[in-house]
DNA sequence: CCAATATAGTTTGTAATACATACCAATTCA
DNA sequence: TGAATTGGTATGTATTACAAACTATATTGG
């Protein structure tokens, strides 16, 4: 069932909840693509960091939770160990695979751009109440959790 | 005041929002993607259209609102108006400035879109039951209505 | 009133990101 | 065991965005 098409809902109502969906992700992308510049990373490496964070993924996985081609996370990945921010390592029950992890240095990194993360949202989150963002934390992790693709 | 200087918030509850919200702005921006190249549209063409759809602006405060370089713009908007999305209009009061506003065509293409976008965020929207969704839509527009850079 | 400065936008050259294709190595399957 | 599949890399290309230099118009201070 679509969310169109459940009952009780006026129409219109659907869409300006994705039109304000919409909106968040682009002022959120906005935060998130600054954190990022400002710590000479890419929004996709950024992305990894966060992923890695307590995972750990071969490439194929990796690339499925990126949405991204196989192709384009060699470099990424290429770079982000050149830095010294995870390292590839090669598994040992199946010689194709190569495994991905954050080294020391990756975690502390991911750490703080963790911490660093709600200063740059914090223009969004704290024009909303205590109540209220309790709330609206609970709304998302609801939707987040029965999405496929998250 | 900041988000994590409200009293009554757990430590940790703040953090869980803003992951949260990157989360859900991942998920959503992977269907604003698809949604473009679907429509053969890059991202930031399609955000240009929902953009103008009630607004004409200068190529100045379009650069604003999207928080790219003007010379980036230039490129973009010329290829939008090649493809007969938006014309260039030039500003009688000051023969500077240049307006953007959308085509007919890119009125139909934009409302097309719009509603499109309810079928890609369905798997997240429609998780929600209608109340939550209610919930989420008011939450979600308190917090832009009072954020800055939105 | 005009020279200096500021603003609006374009042009051009460059860097980063992602994709597709072709490819190699290891594994699985028939 | 040979054929097909899977995991990953290498290479060439297209797109996107930026910075710096430039043109044209507008504004402002002397």
């Given at each position: 069932m679509t969310a169109r098409e459940q009952?009780?809902?006026?129409?219109?109502a659907t869409d300006e909840l994705v039109d304000a969906l919409a909106q968040t992700a682009f002022v959120t992308m906005g935060a998130l693509t600054r954190l990022a510049s400002d710590n000479d990373l890419s929004l996709t490496q950024l992305r990894v960091l966060a992923i890695l964070r307590d995972r750990r993924l071969r490439m194929t996985d990796l690339v499925a939770y990126l949405g991204l081609e196989k192709s384009t996370l060699t470099g990424l990945v290429a770079r982000a160990e050149a830095r010294g921010l995870v390292v590839r390592v090669a598994n040992p029950d199946d010689r194709r695979v190569v495994d991905v992890t954050l080294t020391d240095e990756g975690h502390v990194m991911a750490a703080r751009l963790t911490k660093d993360l709600a200063g740059y949202l914090d223009p969004l989150v704290s024009s909303l109440k205590n109540g209220e963002q309790r709330a609206l934390r609970e709304l998302l992790v609801t939707a987040l959790r029965t999405t496929p693709t998250a």
């Open positions: 009952e009780g809902n006026a129409i219109g």
